[in-house]
T-cell receptor
Framework: AQSVTQLGSHVSVSEGALVLLRCNYSSSVPPYLFWYVQYPNQGLQLLLK??????LVKGINGFEAEFKKSETSFHLTKPSAHMSDAAEYFCAVSPINQAGTALIFGKGTTLSVSS | KAGVTQTPRYLIKTRGQQVTLSCSPI?????VSWYQQTPGQGLQFLFEYFSETQRNKGNFPGRFSGRQFSNSRSEMNVSTLELGDSALYLCASSPDRVTEAFFGQGTRLTVV
């Protein structure tokens, strides 16, 4: 069965610092990969997605992620953190050979940004 | 274009009761998925409907059920509520294959 591991349930950075949120997946076939962000009492907002095109994916709000098949990773980065980036981030996968839209989520990483 | 609409936003029910949650997908989207979010278990897939047919199902007991109407609107029902069913229930809509899923604001269910 496919799974997603997000290393670090909580990451703290200073405003202006690099943001790095880690995500590893387990699959024999590279799946579709996604990063979502969730603000308190809100639903999930899609940041970016990998669907077997370019391995470096750019998303909204200055975030990007790089798909590395050899490392089965899809880490999320942002060069300079803003206070407004404080939220919970979820990595998700969807099996590429499965009909339908069943997403498997990681446990999430809470990002705190201090001034 | 209107987003995914979930109603109600908040709900309080008593153990043993049943509850129905509603989701209106983005216009033109035919796939609706449901997820349960809890602090302990995180985000878990419940089921997915496409063109009124259940296409995928997660590992939840039969007390959790759903349906989709011809206009793609979907409802999920939980019968014989348990305290552990307290959660944020999220609905997501997609055009077809999951190239991306758009989520609603969720329904916060509290079982007392």
């Amino acid at each position: 069965a496919q799974s997603v591991t997000q290393l670090g349930s909580h990451v703290s950075v200073s405003e202006g610092a690099l943001v790095l949120l880690r995500c590893n997946y387990s699959s024999s076939v590279p799946p579709y990969l996604f990063w979502y962000v969730q603000y308190p009492n809100q639903g999930l907002q899609l940041l970016l997605k990998y669907t077997s095109a370019a391995t470096l994916v750019k998303g909204i709000n200055g975030f990007e992620a790089e798909f590395k098949k050899s490392e089965t990773s899809f880490h999320l980065t942002k060069p300079s953190a803003h206070m407004s980036d404080a939220a919970e981030y979820f990595c998700a996968v969807s099996p590429i050979n499965q009909a339908g839209t069943a997403l498997i989520f990681g446990k999430g990483t809470t990002l705190s940004v201090s001034s | 274009k209107a987003g995914v609409t979930q109603t109600p936003r908040y709900l309080i029910k008593t153990r043993g009761q049943q509850v129905t949650l509603s989701c209106s997908p983005i216009s033109g989207h035919r796939s609706v998925s449901w997820y349960q979010q809890t602090p302990g278990q995180g985000l878990q897939f419940l089921f997915e409907y496409f063109s009124e047919t259940q296409r995928n199902k997660g590992n939840f007991p039969g007390r959790f059920s759903g349906r989709q109407f011809s206009n793609s609107r979907s409802e999920m029902n939980v019968s014989t509520l348990e305290l552990g069913d307290s959660a944020l229930y999220l609905c997501a809509s997609s055009p077809d294959r999951v190239t991306e899923a758009f989520f609603g604001q969720g329904t916060r269910l509290t079982v007392v």
